[in-house]
């Protein structure tokens, strides 16, 4: 069984492998070449997989994070 862990900031681990939330609207503009394997849909929020990310654009993300209302969209 596949078990689901969030921390405080909604990135979201399943499997050994780290996911980043976002909203439809704040998708990346390369969305659309990621593959589909690597992207989770869970209510409102997309998750899509560190692996189609460099590491510099995984903590720039996370940094905002904080100030982002993704973390009003909670999972229940």
């Known amino acids: 069984m596949n078990k689901l862990k969030l921390n405080q900031n909604q990135i979201l681990k399943l499997n050994n492998q780290t996911y980043l939330p976002f909203l439809i609207h704040q998708l990346p503009k390369n969305y659309n070449k ?12 997309i998750y899509i997989n560190t692996i189609e990310f460099t590491k510099q654009q995984i903590n720039n993300y996370i940094s905002t994070l ?8 909670c999972i229940k």
Request: proline share 0%.
């Open 34 to 45: 990621f593959n589909t394997l690597n992207i989770l849909k869970i209510n409102t929020t």
């Open 66 to 73: 904080n100030f982002s209302n993704i973390n009003k969209n």
